[in-house]
């Protein structure tokens, strides 16, 4: 088996807030938030901060599972 | 050549491998000044840096010189922290472990795309293995192909009957003399081979083929672990220490998952379970095995290994050093930085 990470599934993706110009999205990931930009010259800028402990997609910041028993993981 | 990137590869028939051509890279950024730096943080009121912000965390970015670009693979760039003057072994552990967050969505966006074949991720630390931009950071080349050294490591798999990372790691265990290193995730080692005087291996316990594959915790301690190492290795000669670190993982494949339910719990954190991961992976499938690899080229503080006649020539490394000694210096040098 090679690993083979499957594109972005909508369902997985935590949109918080559109924030400075030029942002595409904000989203979440593990421990950190993850904020598009593009660049003047088209380029892709990506600006990862760290997250503070909060839920989201039954998921702690920290990365701890929340979700209870029997949910789909 | 490709008029607009400037990149093509060819391949070498006498040593079967690809040679990528990058000319643009010629007149890359070469060890500015720190005023000038064009990964710091955009000052007020000066011309932007590659980061058009006053602050920031951990940034990535496409490679203004790339080796490799759509449709032909990716460069990226990534940079650790706006501190100029920090080091992956002075990162808070909490940002060393965003990294691997970090790390990790790379190797899941890049490995998604289908002109990526692997996603090597890398860091070159010091002048002496050409390092042109002192702040720290790293970089990522999604190659559109499998480079030699993944495949090697692949047909070491089919050559030992198994995952060979785990067969060397069980062999560490047993000999103890070599590792530097050990927490709860984790082993660290010269291996019995190595290559350079104190190249060091950074190798998960459990069978994890990529970032992806980690628990959470085994991503925080990968980072402790990394970040150890890089301690022990300053704190070996009194100096900063060069290296190149390089990432070792599955290939990326750039097609769908064959478990929808494995690459949604990778973009959600949580690793594929046992059962999902059997039921994605062939009967005798290879699929390479997590871990890092540090190529130090010091031999002493101030004397550098070189790759000359037998190294280039011969393919066959001549060593000064027995891994054996190398590893009780190292592992004394990261009882001594802790």
Known sequence: MTSNPSGPAP???????????????????????????????GRTLILYTHVEAATTEGRTAAGEDTRAEGEPR | VN????????????????????????????????????????RPGAEPTEVPFPAFQIAVFDNLFPAFQAPHGAAEVVVYTDDH?????????????????VWRHRYLELGARADVEYVLIFENRGVEVG????????????????????????????????????ALLRRELEDRVRVVYENDALV???????????????????????????????????AA????????????????????????QAPAGGAPTPSAERGAA???GAPASSAQQSAAAPTG???????????????TAHKLKYLAGSEQGAGTFISDTLPEESAAALREAIARAA
């Open chain 1, 11 to 41: 369902a997985d993706r935590s949109p918080l807030r559109s924030g400075r110009q030029g942002d595409d999205r904000v989203e979440r990931y593990g421990t950190v938030a993850v904020a598009r930009h593009a660049k003047t010259d």
């Open chain 2, 3 to 42: 008029d607009r990137s400037q990149i093509a590869q060819r391949f070498n028939e006498l040593r079967a491998e690809h040679v990528d051509y990058a000319v643009h890279r010629q007149d890359r950024t070469f060890l500015p000044t720190r005023e000038h730096c064009p990964l710091c943080a955009t």
């Open chain 2, 85 to 101: 003057d920090a080091s992956l072994g002075t990162l808070p552990p909490q940002r060393a472990e965003d990294l691997m967050w």
């Open chain 2, 131 to 166: 390092v042109t931009l002192h702040h720290p950071h790293g970089q990522i080349y999604g190659y559109p192909f499998l480079p030699p050294v993944p495949a090697l490591e692949l047909a070491a798999d089919t050559r030992l009957g198994g995952c060979a990372p785990c």
């Open chain 2, 188 to 222: 660290t080692y010269v291996p019995y081979a190595a290559r350079w005087p104190y190249e060091a291996h950074v190798t998960l316990r459990e069978h994890r083929p990529s970032l992806l594959d980690c628990e959470p915790e085994e991503l925080r301690m990968l």
């Open chain 2, 225 to 248: 672990g990394l970040q150890a190492l890089v301690c022990g290795y300053d704190a070996l000669f009194d100096r900063p220490f060069p290296y190149v670190m390089v990432v070792h």
């Open chain 2, 266 to 268: 990778a973009l959600t």
């Open chain 2, 285 to 299: 499938a290879r699929e390479g095995h997590l871990h890092v690899e540090l190529y130090p080229p010091l031999r």
